[in-house]
C-alpha cells in the first residue's frame, strides 16, 4: 500500500537559518504530492503541492519537488522565521483506488529567536 | 466563507458512552472525510465519502459509523466509546475536480476515561 516517511522531530532552528525535512513516499503509479502544516491549535492547510514528477511546488519562500527516482519530496525554506514554528506533514494522493490523502507522521519545526 | 465547521471542539467521555461529532462545510464539494490525529502517527482515514448516500471506510473504520444525507454534512458517530478512541478528530472536504486539496475544521478533541 501507499505509505509516507518523514524525519522525526522535533528539528529547532535559529531564525534565518536554512530548513530541510525530508520526506520519501512509497505508491503505485503517478501520486500527487502535498506539504501541509499545522500551527498550534488549528486545521491543516496546504502549503505547498506538485501533481507530476519534477514539478517544484512553492509557497511562502518554501519550496519541494517532485523526485520520482528517489520517490522523494523534501521541503526547504532559505530563511527561516520564528511565525514558521508549527508541525510540517507530507502527503500522497494516489491516482488509483481510494484516492485519498495519505500522510506522514509530521515534523515539529521549532524556530527560536 | 466559514469553510468546514466541526462541534464540539471539545467532548470528555465515559467508556461505553456514544456520541456524534459533527461536520458541516459551506463550499459545495463532493468530497468529505474523517481523520484523526494520535501521536507520532500522522493522520490516519476513518471513513469518507464522494457524495450525499455514499460512504465508504477508511484505514482505521471500526467503532466508528457515518452517513451523509446532504451535501453539506457529515457527522461521525461513536456507538459505544473506549478510551482508545481518544484522540483529536479532523473533518476535511475538496471538490471531486480537485486534485486533492482538502480543507480541513479546526478539530475536535476527544477524550474517553
Known amino acids: 500500500g501507499n505509505s509516507v516517511t518523514q524525519m522525526e522531530g522535533p528539528v529547532t532552528l535559529s531564525e534565518e537559518a536554512f530548513l530541510t525535512i525530508n520526506c520519501t513516499y512509497t505508491?503505485?503509479?503517478?501520486?500527487?504530492l502535498f506539504w501541509y502544516v499545522q500551527y498550534p491549535g488549528e486545521g491543516l492547510q496546504l502549503l505547498l503541492k506538485?501533481?507530476?514528477?519534477?514539478d517544484k511546488g512553492s509557497n511562502k519562500g518554501f519550496e519541494a519537488t517532485y523526485r520520482k527516482e528517489t520517490t522523494s519530496f523534501h521541503l526547504e525554506k532559505g530563511s527561516v522565521q520564528v511565525s514558521d514554528s508549527a508541525v510540517y506533514f507530507c502527503a500522497l494522493r494516489s491516482d488509483t483506488g481510494r484516492r485519498a490523502l495519505t500522510f506522514g507522521s509530521g515534523t515539529r519545526l521549532q524556530v527560536q529567536p | 466563507n466559514a469553510g468546514v465547521t466541526q462541534t464540539p471542539k471539545f467532548q470528555v467521555l465515559k467508556t461505553g458512552q456514544s456520541m456524534t461529532l459533527q461536520c458541516a462545510q459551506d463550499?459545495?464539494?463532493?468530497?468529505m472525510s474523517w481523520y484523526r490525529q494520535d501521536p507520532g502517527m500522522g493522520l490516519r482515514l476513518i471513513h469518507y465519502?464522494?457524495?450525499?448516500?455514499?460512504?465508504d471506510q477508511g484505514e482505521v473504520p471500526n467503532g466508528y459509523n457515518v452517513s451523509r444525507s446532504t451535501t453539506e454534512d457529515f457527522p461521525l458517530r461513536l456507538l459505544s466509546a473506549a478510551p482508545s478512541q481518544t484522540s483529536v478528530y479532523f473533518c476535511?472536504?475538496?471538490?471531486?475536480?480537485?486534485?486533492?486539496?482538502?480543507?480541513f475544521g479546526e478539530g475536535s478533541r476527544l477524550t474517553v476515561l
Open positions: 505508491a503505485t503509479g503517478y501520486p500527487s
Open positions: 506538485a501533481t507530476k514528477a519534477d
Open positions: 465519502s464522494v457524495g450525499a448516500g455514499i460512504t
Open positions: 463550499m459545495n464539494h463532493e468530497y
Open positions: 476535511a472536504s475538496r471538490s471531486s475536480g480537485n486534485t486533492g486539496e482538502l480543507f
